[in-house]
């Protein structure tokens, strides 16, 4: 689950592209104060019964608010075209993933399940195009 909150952050650097351009920077922690806010309030409710997983949770909907508000903003400010169809199918790749990680207890098949998943987003998202690209002279 934290995995998940974290590929969320490093989308919100492609998300937030249009508010560095144009130099709009004050709204960065206006938005990071709201998704703490968030993040916070949803420990305080999750943690006595969920624990640690709760605590992940909660980390995931903050940074949800946080991507949120950064791409609309950004997206206000100066439209980057975005390919949905490849961040869609990465979000789901994430999804399933964790359901893996929680669904099945033996190693050895969440690594094979994992491996499999990932080489599908590889070849799914297009990087093997942009990997081995031969560069033109």
Known sequence: LLAAAYFLDALILIADAGIYVVGKTS????FTAIAAIINIGLNILLIPKYGATGAAVA???????LLFLSWRTGQFFFPVKIPYAKVFLS???????VWISLSF???LIRLLSLIILWVAVFLGT???G????KSKK
């Open 91 to 97: 979000l789901a790749a994430v999804a399933v993933a």
């Open 27 to 30: 709204f960065v922690p206006i």
């Open 126 to 128: 297009g990087l093997d």
């Open 105 to 107: 207890s033996p190693i």
């Open 130 to 133: 942009d990997v081995f690209k």
């Open 59 to 65: 980390a995931i909907f903050g940074f949800v608010a």
